[in-house]
């Protein structure tokens, strides 16, 4: 039963345009929310995250919201570059507990 | 500024084999996580420690695995009688704690291992 769910397996956006990445979860006490860009064969990178008790949270291009009532954040890119072509997944850490619960991630095509 | 670092990038090794992974945290970071990724899913988390302290363990540890922290720096990640259900991407991330609501994860390059 997947606590984090991102329902999209993949997104084509042009280049300049705005990318919208989607990400649902289930569990209400969720207080920490992060998403993360990865390569193939490399390790996740962090991007941008945002704590349950705020709606909004802007670095550079990527901005995050978060809906508490709906049980969904999005991640927005703007302008999207080829360069931020890559998987993309939402992780939401529980309460006290340390460990992060991933989506399956939405790989992300930017087009020249 | 270093990142976090995993050795070594690749492993094969033969079914029933025993494999070590080493992960070096950030330095200064007190919490380690080791997660496993297959293809087309999301990390899965294994186990965490707080500095030398391993504070949660998953179902997902089986008893052919474990892990320690000696004096709170570096982990290893071992597997025992290795089987090919175990073959996957192993992830190491350090935090640091200072608030429960800013305990940001930060990945090391993984290491790939197959089990023949």
């Known amino acids: 039963d997947q606590q984090v769910k991102q329902n999209s397996p993949s997104l084509s956006v042009q280049e300049g345009r705005i990318s919208i990445l989607n990400c649902d979860y289930t569990n209400s006490m969720f207080d920490y929310f992060l998403w993360y860009k990865k390569y193939p064969a490399e390790g996740p990178t962090f991007l941008i995250s945002?704590?349950?008790?705020?709606d909004k949270n802007e670095d550079g291009r990527f901005t995050v919201f978060l809906n508490k009532s709906a049980k969904h954040l999005s991640l927005h890119i703007v302008p999207s570059q080829p360069g931020d072509s890559a998987v993309y997944f939402c992780a939401a850490r529980g309460g006290s507990q340390g460990n992060l619960i991933f989506g399956k991630g939405t790989k992300l095509s930017v087009k020249p | 500024d270093t990142g976090v670092s995993q050795d070594p990038r690749h492993k094969i090794t033969k079914r029933g084999q025993n494999v070590t992974f080493r992960c070096d945290p950030i330095s200064e970071h007190n919490r380690l996580y080791w997660y496993r990724q297959t293809l087309g899913q999301g990390p899965e988390f294994l186990t965490y420690?707080?500095?030398?302290?391993?504070?949660?363990k998953s179902r997902l540890l089986s008893d052919r695995f474990s892990a320690e922290r000696p004096k709170g720096s570096f982990s290893t990640l071992e597997i025992q009688r290795t089987e090919q259900g175990d073959s996957a991407m192993y992830l190491c991330?350090?935090?640091?704690?200072?608030?429960?609501?800013?305990?940001?994860?930060?990945f090391g390059p993984g290491t790939r291992l197959t089990v023949l």
């Open positions: 420690f707080q500095n030398e302290a391993q504070l949660e």
């Open positions: 945002i704590s349950s008790i705020k």
């Open positions: 991330a350090s935090s640091l704690l200072r608030s429960q609501r800013t305990d940001t994860q930060y």
